[in-house]
């Protein structure tokens, strides 16, 4: 069952955030339709059910995620920092209770949908409009590159990906091309052979591949026995 907030303690006192930015976003993060784009991907992610673990209410994810991305921090870094600071307890409504778990806050952000983000990002423009903060002609967007783990870019690989791109589109035509216009193999998938040449380019050109090392050493055997008979 979702939680949407926690109820705000009576003894429970914080001191007012200085940051004028996170200022501003404490009443556009209160918007109800904002808040209720953000409710529904998470609706389908709890169950009905009372039992079991109680759920972290959706405001406190909801603003946890918002304050991650405006400081750009971990998701670690973002538990470690809301646990330590009462302004920021206060800012994301968790107050005296548990801080969620960083392994959780990434789970939970992953049910959002990029159909709800860019929902959420025309409301924020519609509220801007609303309120005369920008007559919404033009909108900049950060669009940096983020480094992440992904394969050198070899003539072998794009290769393969140039034969398995289209061996999937001469697989989707086969059934318009008429027979008789249809050569025999036309339509047949070359991505496992291409593969598996791009493995073998693969091995022959390490440095450290037994048989570059062994023809290395030939040829540095014939050039000592042509100065030996030279000499």
Same mark, same amino acid.
């Given at each position: 069952?979702?939680?949407? =907030?926690?109820?705000?303690?009576?003894?429970? @006192?914080?001191?007012? #955030? &200085?940051?004028?930015i996170l200022q501003e976003l404490d009443w556009i993060l209160d918007d109800p339709k904002l808040f209720a784009l953000f409710c529904h991907d998470l609706k389908r992610h709890y169950k009905t059910t009372r039992a079991g673990r109680r759920p972290i209410p959706a405001e406190v994810t909801y603003r946890m995620i918002f304050l991650r991305r405006r400081k750009q921090w971990s998701y670690r870094q973002t538990e470690e920092e809301v646990h330590d600071s009462p302004g920021y307890r206060a800012w994301v409504r968790v107050y005296d209770?548990?801080?969620?778990?960083? &392994? @959780?806050?990434?789970? #939970?952000? =992953? #049910?959002? =949908?990029?159909?709800t983000l860019h929902q959420m990002n025309d409301r924020v423009i519609q509220l801007a409009a609303d309120y005369r903060m920008t007559q919404g002609y033009r909108l900049r967007v950060d669009s940096s590159v983020t480094e992440t783990n992904i394969h050198f870019? @070899?003539? &072998?690989? #794009?290769?393969?990906?140039?034969?398995r791109v289209l061996s999937r589109y001469l697989e989707r035509a086969e059934p318009v091309i008429p027979t008789r216009l249809r050569p025999q193999g036309m339509c047949t998938n070359h991505t496992r052979s291409a593969r598996r040449r791009a493995r073998q380019i693969a091995q022959l050109s390490r440095p450290g591949d037994k048989r570059v090392k062994k023809s290395r050493t030939v040829d540095t055997k014939k050039k000592l026995e042509n100065k030996r008979i030279v000499n």
């Open positions: 069952m979702i939680i949407e =907030r926690y109820e705000h303690p009576v003894d429970f @006192t914080a001191p007012t #955030l &200085s940051n004028p209770h548990a801080v969620p778990d960083y &392994s @959780t806050l990434n789970d #939970l952000e =992953r #049910l959002i =949908r990029p159909q870019p @070899t003539d &072998s690989s #794009l290769l393969v990906d140039g034969v």
